[in-house]
């Protein structure tokens, strides 16, 4: 052995032992870093919560049936009219009994002003604004191998920059298989629009203690779990993770989170989990098909922070292949409106905890076993932990549905006397017509 090879395989070792000692280094300071991220979040979480939630699936409401009222004046004076004539008044009137979309889609020019999908979000999770503030990141990139220092131009690489970004993607097509759980940082938008985006056959994306983020416009499909491992979550930090759930996306004490125009089929484990604490979470113009365990909201009886937890579910498509929880609600407050449930195996809606179910112009078309017709599902019937408040307010119940209401709910009509009626649920089918990701092409409205 030469002097240089003695050298080289000194280098070597010195320089493996100093990796080993930085490995070791991070794991410390891991902790440190979730308990500041953490913490956080947890400030956010509190200023989030809203002392009176009635005020908020009120504003939905009322937004909704402006645009119910303008619809029907449209079919009156379009007795006559033409549907060339009929088409063009609805595109400029807005056809859409979506107050959501009708806050954007009709624009021509939502690729040069994408943007404006941030003044959007109804619901709880109102006020999210996503990467508003920040520049524009475009994923040229599709693969994701690096976890430790991701490539420029992936994915991965933008959601874990520090700044506001407003991340869309380059190509036609892209499909993307995340090698490990994505983990985002606060202050991002997602945007495929103008792409068919695809995250399928690996994990699933992480939302933990951040705020303000936006998904829009992408398609999950058959998501499992991350094996676990060195993994980045913001420029300044990486760690080790354990092997993920398989949910295809878990927000996890987080707050202000807006998932729009997404669609979800199969996932190893939920399609949307909410917990830990997150709240103002609006879940909207999403299509659900082929899965199991939809939305977990709360994941335990212990998890108290989940009493504050505030969540909007509106103009969802739950269609074929589904079976149960969508959602399933422990304890916070959750406003289920003009939502199409056309499918579903064992329930729709379940809940324990106390929780305050407020289900308004649902359409609930139930199953043909006999035993599924039930819309809600209490987790400990007749126990006191059953006490929770669930309303069916408009909601319409096809093929023998029913929706056992609680006897809370009455009170709470009468103390309610203020409540602005929902869009009827007669109206379900035509608001969830375009859930899911839409077709958008630049200068036209999508
Ligand atoms: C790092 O931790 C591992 C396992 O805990 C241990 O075997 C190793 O000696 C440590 N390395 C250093 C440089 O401390
Ligand atoms: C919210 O609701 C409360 C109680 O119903 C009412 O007193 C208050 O004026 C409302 N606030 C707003 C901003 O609408
Ligand atoms: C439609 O046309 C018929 C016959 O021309 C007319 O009687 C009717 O008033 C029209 N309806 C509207 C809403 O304009
Ligand atoms: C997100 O953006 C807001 C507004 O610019 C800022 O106050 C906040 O600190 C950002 N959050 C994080 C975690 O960087």
Redesign the pocket.
């Known amino acids: 052995m030469g002097k240089q090879d003695l050298l080289f395989l000194l280098l070597c070792s010195l320089s493996y032992a100093v990796l080993a000692l930085s490995q070791n280094t991070t794991s410390e300071s891991d902790e440190n870093y979730w308990k500041l991220r953490e913490e956080k979040a947890k400030k956010g979480i509190q200023g989030a919560y809203h002392p009176h939630p009635f005020n908020v699936t009120n504003h939905l409401n009322f937004r909704t049936r402006i645009l119910q009222s303008r619809w029907s004046e449209d079919e009156?004076?379009g007795?006559?009219s033409t549907r060339r004539a009929l088409a063009k008044r609805y595109k400029k009137s807005c056809m859409f009994f979506n107050a959501i979309d009708a806050c954007w889609r009709c624009q021509a020019d939502w690729e040069k002003k994408r943007r404006k999908l941030a003044k959007c979000a109804l619901g709880f999770g109102r006020g999210t604004t996503g990467g508003k503030a920040g520049r524009k990141y475009l994923v040229t990139d599709p693969t994701d191998n690096d976890m430790v220092n991701p490539k420029p131009g992936t994915l991965r690489h933008a959601v874990i920059q520090l700044e506001p970004l407003w991340i869309v993607f380059a190509h036609p097509v892209m499909v993307i298989r995340l090698n490990q759980e994505l983990i985002m940082t606060s202050n991002k938008t997602i945007d495929g629009r103008g792409s068919h985006v695809v995250i399928e056959g690996g994990a699933g994306i992480t939302v933990q203690y951040v705020e303000n983020v936006i998904i829009h416009g992408i398609r999950f499909v058959d998501i499992v779990p991350g094996s676990g491992g060195m993994i980045r979550d913001s420029v300044n930090h990486y760690g080790f993770r354990t092997e993920s759930d398989g949910d295809a996306i878990s927000i996890f004490g987080s707050h202000h989170v807006w998932i729009d125009h997404c669609s979800f089929s199969k996932a190893a484990d939920g399609i949307i989990d909410v917990i830990k604490g997150s709240t103002a979470v609006t879940i909207s113009n999403c299509h659900m098909t082929n899965h199991d365990k939809v939305f977990l909201f709360g994941a335990s009886d212990t998890h108290f922070e989940d009493r504050n937890m505030q969540i909007t579910i509106a103009f969802t498509h739950f269609g074929k292949g589904l079976v149960q929880r969508m959602p399933r609600c422990r304890m916070g407050f959750f406003h289920i409106v003009n939502n199409d449930y056309t499918h579903w195996l064992m329930y729709a809606i379940g809940g324990g905890m106390n929780p305050t179910i407020i289900s308004e112009g649902n359409r609930f078309i139930a199953p043909p076993n006999p035993r599924a017709k039930e819309v809600t599902h209490r987790q400990i019937p007749n126990s006191p932990w059953d006490s929770g408040t669930w309303i069916s307010n408009r909601d319409v119940l096809i093929n023998g549905a029913t929706f056992k209401e609680s006897r809370a709910s009455l009170q709470l009509r009468q103390v309610q006397s203020k409540i602005i009626m929902p869009m009827d649920g007669r109206y379900a089918g035509r608001a969830t017509k375009y859930a899911g990701p839409l077709k958008c092409v630049p200068h036209l409205a999508c």
Do not use: A, G, T
């Open positions: 009156h004076v007795i006559n």
